[in-house]
C-alpha cells in the first residue's frame, strides 16, 4: 500500500490498556480499512493528540492513569473535535449518564461482537463531532427550518467579534467582563443549536482565567466556523 492510500484512511485513537481488549478493538476497525493508533493510557493517548488530528475516538473509562472522561476533556481542549465513543466493562446507568454528559457520542459495553463495534463505527466515522443539534434548534424556534438557517449566519458573523471580546476580557483578568460575553453567548448558542460550543462556555463560565477552558471555547468556535451549519 502506497503512502497517498494509507493517508487517505480515516484515523481512529484507541485508548486501552488491556492488550487482549486492545487487540480484538483495533483488528475489528482495522477490517473497516481504519488506520488505528492505540494508546494504552491517557498520557501517551495526550501525546498522540499532539501529532496529528483523528477522525474517531474510542476511550476506555476506567484507565490506570485517569478516568476516560478526563482524557476526553484533555484532548477536546487540545482541539481533537471528532467524535468520541466510550467503551467499559462496567455495566450501571450512572456510569453511562456521566459518560455522556462528559461529551462522549455513546457508551460501548464490553464485551461486544465485532459486528456491533463495526455498526457503532460506522455510524460516528466521518461525521466531526456535532457542532449543531439540528433538533434543539428547531425546538427553541418553532420548527421552521429557514429561521434556524438565518439565525445561524447572524450567529457566525458575529462570533469573531464575541471571541474577541471575550479573549481581551481574559488578557485584562477582568472575569466580570468575561461572565458577562459568556452569559450572552450561552443564550445564543441555545437558539442555534450550538451544543459543542454551549458546553465550553459551560466550562469557561465556572473557571474564566483557565487557559485549557479557554482553548476549548476557541476549539469550538473554529469547529462551528468550518461547519456552516
Not at 191 to 220: H, I, K, N, Y
Not at 221 to 226: A, E, H, I, S, V
Request: aromatic share 4%; proline share 5%.
Amino acid at each position: 500500500m502506497n503512502a497517498s492510500t494509507a493517508a487517505a484512511k480515516p484515523g481512529l485513537l484507541l485508548v486501552e490498556d488491556d492488550p487482549v481488549s486492545a487487540a480484538f478493538l483495533s483488528e475489528g476497525a482495522a477490517l473497516l480499512d481504519i488506520d488505528v493508533q492505540r494508546a494504552t493510557d491517557a498520557a501517551s493517548a495526550r501525546r498522540a493528540s499532539h501529532a496529528r488530528r483523528f477522525d474517531l475516538l474510542l476511550i476506555d473509562a476506567h484507565l490506570p492513569d485517569g478516568l476516560g472522561e478526563d482524557l476526553l476533556r484533555a484532548l477536546r481542549a487540545a482541539g481533537q473535535d471528532a467524535p468520541a465513543l466510550a467503551h467499559t466493562a462496567e455495566p450501571g446507568a450512572d456510569l453511562r449518564s456521566r459518560l455522556l454528559t462528559a461529551g462522549f457520542c455513546e457508551v460501548l459495553h464490553k464485551p461486544l461482537p465485532v459486528a456491533e463495534l463495526q455498526a457503532a463505527l460506522r455510524r460516528h466515522l466521518g461525521t466531526r463531532s456535532p457542532f449543531w443539534d439540528d433538533a434543539a434548534a428547531l425546538a427553541a424556534l418553532g420548527g421552521r427550518p429557514e429561521q434556524v438557517a438565518a439565525l445561524r449566519r447572524l450567529f457566525l458573523n458575529e462570533l469573531p467579534t464575541q471571541r474577541l471580546r471575550i479573549s481581551t476580557a481574559v488578557d485584562r483578568s477582568d472575569e466580570a467582563a468575561v461572565r458577562e460575553e459568556l452569559h450572552r453567548l450561552s443564550a445564543s448558542c441555545g437558539f442555534v443549536g450550538a451544543t459543542q460550543l454551549a458546553e465550553a462556555v459551560r466550562r469557561l463560565r465556572a473557571a474564566p482565567m483557565d487557559a485549557a477552558a479557554l482553548r476549548a471555547l476557541e476549539s469550538a468556535m473554529d469547529g462551528l466556523q468550518r461547519s456552516p451549519g
